[in-house]
């Protein structure tokens, strides 16, 4: 699909990003109940702000345990010498 583009942001807030990129949807993946509880306010708030609409994507059930914090505490340990 031609008119798709995936990208990634780090940094200030997603509406300021997707202002100046002119993105008007963006695709989040929730894991639990406790995700979405956490990204619907935030998803509203995108859409009063710059009318940016949030598309919810359930994760795999056996990948639900592993979260960014999760990864990047790995990534931060020593490494074991084999």
């Not at 990208?7 to 997707?18: A, E, N, Q, R």
């Not at 202002?19 to 509203?44: C, F, K, S, T, W």
């Not at 598309?55 to 010498?81: C, E, H, K, N, Y």
Request: glycine share 8%; with cysteine.
């Amino acid at each position: 699909m031609s008119d798709i583009t995936v990208d990634s942001h780090t940094g200030g807030l997603l509406v300021d990003y997707c202002r100046r990129a002119g993105i008007d949807v963006v695709i989040r993946g929730v894991r639990n109940v406790h995700d979405l509880d956490y990204e619907m306010p935030m998803a509203r708030m995108n859409h009063e702000l710059a009318g940016v609409e949030t598309f919810f994507i359930a994760a795999d059930p056996a990948l639900a345990p592993i979260s960014s914090t999760l990864v990047t505490g790995m990534s931060r340990q020593p490494r074991v010498p084999e």
